[in-house]
């Protein structure tokens, strides 16, 4: 079984400055890993994918993830954020053998003025 | 590109009631999910189904059945409601094609009094 671990249920941070939502998951075989978002009131978005290739993957809206295997992890991060981007961010994980998501418990990004 | 449909947005049951919650996608993808969430929790798997009248338990299935009697569509029951169902749920397909991925419905917050 797979299982996804994310490290702060709530992020505050100022506009313009970094951050990066943590990640980290447990699996005996291959994963694919996925960064979704859900804005107030909204469903889930997908954010950006790993599935094979560069490690590095990246959004359209400026976020970028690395797939680490030897930690485990699959960070977010943005180099300066938006008020925009006041969401839910949720990591998930598909395992080979097993088609449905595995998410983590999600994190709140709050962005202030 | 997939879309997935919930029929309610927001539905409110009493204690006791049978609940049907639709889902119905416009494409010919095989494995659909349903999934709960909960604050704290993220999402967490009830039940998926790889193909028609083809179902697998998820994490927490007590309390819940589904039903698949066309590949489009994937209903979620509750036989009797209750408050400890209370909650958001979210429906979601696998797209297996060239753009793998997950898509979910808007979602149905349900409230049962």
């Known amino acids: 079984a797979q299982s996804v671990t994310q490290l702060d249920s709530q992020v505050p941070v100022f506009e313009e400055a970094p951050v990066e939502l943590r990640c980290n998951y447990s699996s005996s075989v291959s994963v694919y890993l996925f960064w979704y978002v859900q804005y107030p009131n909204q469903g889930l978005q997908l954010l950006l994918k790993y599935l094979s290739g560069s490690t590095l993957v990246e959004s359209i809206n400026g976020f970028e993830a690395e797939f680490n295997k030897s930690q485990t992890s699959f960070h977010l991060r943005k180099p300066s954020v938006h008020i925009s981007d006041t969401a839910e961010y949720f990591c998930?994980?598909?395992?080979?053998?097993?088609?449905?998501?595995?998410f983590g418990s999600g994190t709140r990004l709050q962005v202030q003025p | 590109d997939v879309k997935v449909t919930q029929s309610s947005r927001y539905l409110v049951k009493r204690t006791g009631e049978k609940v049907f919650l639709e889902c119905v996608q416009d494409m010919d993808h095989e494995n659909m999910f349903w999934y709960r969430q909960d604050p704290g929790l993220g999402l967490r798997l009830i039940y998926f189904s790889y193909d028609v009248k083809m179902k697998e338990k998820g994490d927490i299935p007590e309390g819940y059945s589904v039903s698949r009697e066309k590949k489009e569509r994937f209903s979620l029951i509750l036989e009797s409601a209750s408050t400890n169902q209370t909650s958001m749920y979210l429906c979601?397909?696998?797209?297996?094609?060239?753009?793998?991925?997950?898509?979910f419905g808007s979602g149905t917050r349900l409230t049962v009094v």
């Open positions: 998930a994980v598909s395992a080979t053998g097993r088609r449905a998501l595995t």
């Open positions: 979601g397909i696998e797209n297996t094609g060239t753009d793998y991925g997950y898509t």
